[in-house]
Nanobody, 125 residues
Framework: QVQLVESGGGLVQPGGSLKLTCSGL????????MGWYRQAPGKQREKVAS???????NYVDSVTGRFTISRDNAKSTFDLQMSTLQPEDTAVYYC???????????????????WGQGTQVTVSS
């Protein structure tokens, strides 16, 4: 029933900027963690940015100072603003959400994970 969708990817020159958006969070209750991941050909998927329900953000060293993750509750989306893009940023970018559903026993929660299909970001001249 719930499906995340990424948008905003494309081709950009080195030094340029792109803004990625993850949509589809409107029906998800109990979100604990939101993140952006990327995977380049021949490489493992890596986490590049994340934000918790409490607002704590985290970034991989290679993007710190250039990327910003933020949530827009009114639109039920979260974004990844990418600046000063470099060729090594080229990858398929995926959004991810972790949510917890209340169990029947007090204090028990059931985890739910959601992934988008990915959007291509290519940085090249």
């Amino acid at each position: 029933q719930v499906q995340l969708v990424e948008s905003g990817g494309g081709l950009v020159q080195p030094g340029g900027s792109l803004k990625l958006t993850c949509s589809g969070l409107g029906s998800i209750v109990g979100i604990n963690f939101m993140g952006w991941y990327r995977q380049a050909p021949g490489k493992q998927r890596e986490k590049v940015a994340s934000v918790t329900s409490g607002g704590t953000t985290n970034y991989v060293d290679s993007v710190t100072g250039r990327f910003t993750i933020s949530r827009d509750n009114a639109k039920s989306t979260f974004d990844l603003q990418m600046s000063t893009l470099q060729p090594e940023d080229t990858a398929v970018y995926y959004c991810y959400v972790l949510a917890y559903e209340r169990g029947t026993t007090p204090g028990r929660f059931i985890p739910h994970e959601y992934w988008g299909q990915g959007t291509q970001v290519t940085v090249s001249s």
